[in-house]
């Protein structure tokens, strides 16, 4: 393959925006024929995928590595067209944080064709069996798993999830609908023209891997409200459009991460560990869901605090604190020159998923005001705390409620990839089917497989 992309889709697929007026309805619903194109190109992603289904781990895994190829070979174009994104972006004026979400680089680039080849590494999980056995009546059953089927997602100014989501989703033997947002418009088409390019070199159906961006936000409502286009449907993004599809949507919908992560420093933990900690989970990538927004401090961890507090403030971020924190805030001398002037705390910081650097910071008086503080502000997604104190380990991770918990380690390692999934669909902060980081066996279903000799039932 090469770098330039000029191939065009057979003429039957040609992908046309609607007009305003086809687009959608007066009361703002999906016009029939966005309605109608969505069912079209989700009855050619089901056809296609029963091959998928049927196919074994080789020939998947060499279709993974052929788009890691495929990717790296179109570097050029795919960066170019990025480019095009950021420029619109900065030009709307964009946020920083949805700018570097946005962003593709040649590191970036090929951490997604790695992620590609680490998913070929992993085993195949359709027809893994889950349990089975022998029926005192001699059948033999087993439960196995099975691709869910097609799956849409819904996501915003995050190219890189373009290539996760159709990776994970064709390995686990789905089709894919996607939507990634007017932001990332020219990355994701350039992403999606060399998946399908590297679909049809390995002898399978392209329209496993479907855009529907051209319909625009009548292809989104038409996708959410029209039931059996998708089995499921996965958001991701911000609170917005996240709580948008859970509360529009009529097709099932597996919730993702917002992100309001709390970081609890006890009276016990030592701090040079909490500093590590403090600074990798709050400054290593600010835009993403894994980052530490609210930090905890225990009132007798007073020297841990002082540092954490120090280190933050000459890496600049911008500390929202309350009154009893406020008095471990390192002189103004001591700040350093990037040091930005901290801010009172108020409630709307401790609900807020900043996504930058900020972050919101309160003194406790135990673990049980720590645990009560998260509780009423958390959003289910990673609650990590920094102990010398087994017990309070152990309440830690038995009593917080949250997709993950981690005890003396980064929050930033709430990830598919960092957890040996490959990469990840999301990471889901509801309880039904998948929680946390959703890897191959998240975008599975199961059957039951029964075989007899004749047996019936009496």
Known sequence: MTTEHT???????????????????????????VVAEVRSRSARARAAAPELARAGRERKDALLCSMADAVRAAAASILAANAEDLARGEEDGTSAAMLDRLRLDEPRLES??????????????????????????????????VPLG??????????????????????????????GGSAAEHTNAVLIQVLREALRGQGFESDLVQGIDDLGRPGVAALMATRGAVDVLIPRGGRELIQRVVAEARVPVIETGEGNVHLFIDESAPADMAVDIALNAKTH??????????????????????????????AGVLLHV?????????????????????????????????????????????????????RRWSTGHTEAIVTNDLANADRWV?????????????????????????????????????????????????????????????
């Open 7 to 33: 191939e065009t889709e057979p003429a039957e697929r040609v992908q046309q925006t609607p007009t305003p007026e086809q687009g959608a309805s007066a009361d703002g619903r999906p016009g029939a024929d």
């Open 285 to 314: 990538r600010t835009s993403v869901c894994n980052a530490a927004e609210t930090l905890l401090l225990h009132k007798d961890a007073e020297r841990a605090g002082r540092e954490v507090l120090r280190a933050l403030t000459r």
């Open 150 to 179: 097609v799956v849409g997602a819904v996501y915003e100014a995050r190219p890189n999830v373009t290539v996760d989501i159709a990776g994970i989703a064709l390995k686990s033997g789905n089709a894919v609908l996607l939507r």
């Open 322 to 374: 309350d009154e009893a924190s406020r008095a471990w805030l390192p002189s103004p001398a001591d700040r350093g020159q990037d040091a930005r002037e901290p801010q009172a705390a108020s409630d709307e910081d401790w609900g807020r998923e900043y996504l930058d650097m900020e972050m919101a910071v309160r003194t406790v008086d135990s673990i049980d005001d720590a645990m009560e503080h998260v």
């Open 398 to 458: 038995s009593e917080v409620d949250a997709a993950a918990v981690i005890v003396n380690a980064s929050t930033r390692f709430t990830d598919g990839g960092q957890l040996g999934l490959g990469a990840e669909v999301g990471i889901s902060t509801q309880r039904l089917h998948a929680r946390g980081p959703m890897g191959l066996e998240e975008l599975t279903t199961t059957k039951w497989v029964l075989r007899g000799a004749g047996q019936v039932r009496r």
């Open 112 to 145: 997604l064709a790695v992620a590609l080849e680490d998913l070929a590494s992993l085993p195949n999980p359709v027809g893994a069996v889950v349990r089975g056995g022998d029926l005192p009546n001699g059948i033999h059953m087993q439960q196995v798993r």
